[in-house]
């Protein structure tokens, strides 16, 4: 346990200095874009995002769901080799 403490310490202090050193964050172009848009067209840029988020956070449960199901299908049937 201490060894590995002797790696990790070094490196969260440098992760903490590197972190620490970063300026703030801008908004994106289509952001700026969206506050000089009309009222009406602001609802379907917010809409337009809303969907690209829920999207962009389907895709990896998607993933681990459907990875998930290959490997309990293969170890019912017994496919599954020993590792």
Known sequence: MPDIWRI???LMLLLTLVLGQCGP??????C??????????VTD???GYNWSVLLMLAVPFTL????TL???RAVK??????M
Do not use: F, I, Y
């Open 77 to 82: 049937q017994g496919t599954l080799p020993e």
């Open 25 to 30: 964050a801008t908004a994106c172009p289509n």
């Open 8 to 10: 990790l310490g070094p």
């Open 70 to 72: 290959m490997v309990m």
């Open 32 to 41: 700026k874009e969206a506050v000089a848009a009309q009222p009406s067209e």
């Open 64 to 67: 681990l769901s459907t990875g």
């Open 45 to 47: 840029m917010a809409r």
